[in-house]
């Protein structure tokens, strides 16, 4: 009985504050983890909202050059420019006066094998 006297008993506080520690160390590093995880996503938003802005821009400057592309065609080939184009500078008219009639006969297979012949 005199050993039992002098065993002091276990403190249960200690084992308690043991793995209160424990928790608390994984839940700072919880913590810290979510917040460079947070500092990491909203940096990739940054870049692609600047990535979607930018084409944007690409997009309005590319359809705003096919509008200028589209006037210019509609300018190039207006009837009256054209028209004028063909009087003044290649000399056309609309005299049917002037006109000549060419027919091609179609060259018949064995006339061509003949041809291919004496060319040879």
Not at 46 to 56: A, G, P
Not at 81 to 94: D, G, P, Q, S, W
């Given at each position: 009985?005199?050993?039992?006297?002098?065993?002091?008993?276990?403190?249960?506080?200690?084992?308690?504050?043991?793995?209160?520690?424990?928790?608390?160390?994984?839940?700072?590093?919880?913590?810290?983890?979510?917040?460079?995880?947070?500092?990491?996503?909203?940096?990739?938003?940054r870049?692609?909202?600047?990535?979607?802005?930018?084409?944007?821009?690409?997009?309005?400057?590319?359809?705003?050059?096919?509008?200028?592309?589209?006037?210019?065609?509609?300018?190039?080939?207006?009837?009256?420019?054209?028209?004028?184009?063909?009087?003044?500078?290649?000399?056309?008219?609309?005299d049917?006066?002037?006109?000549?009639?060419?027919?091609?006969?179609?060259?018949?297979?064995?006339?061509?094998?003949?041809?291919?012949?004496?060319?040879?």
């Amino acid at each position: 009985m005199a050993r039992e006297l002098t065993k002091a008993p276990k403190p249960t506080h200690l084992k308690i504050n043991k793995w209160r520690g424990l928790f608390l160390f994984i839940l700072v590093l919880f913590i810290i983890g979510s917040l460079v995880a947070i500092s990491k996503v909203e940096h990739q938003v940054r870049i692609l909202e600047s990535q979607y802005y930018q084409s944007l821009k690409l997009a309005l400057k590319a359809n705003e050059e096919w509008g200028r592309l589209r006037l210019e065609k509609e300018h190039l080939t207006a009837p009256a420019r054209v028209e004028h184009i063909a009087k003044t500078e290649l000399n056309m008219t609309l005299d049917k006066s002037n006109y000549q009639t060419i027919y091609l006969m179609p060259v018949l297979r064995e006339e061509n094998r003949v041809l291919e012949q004496q060319g040879e």
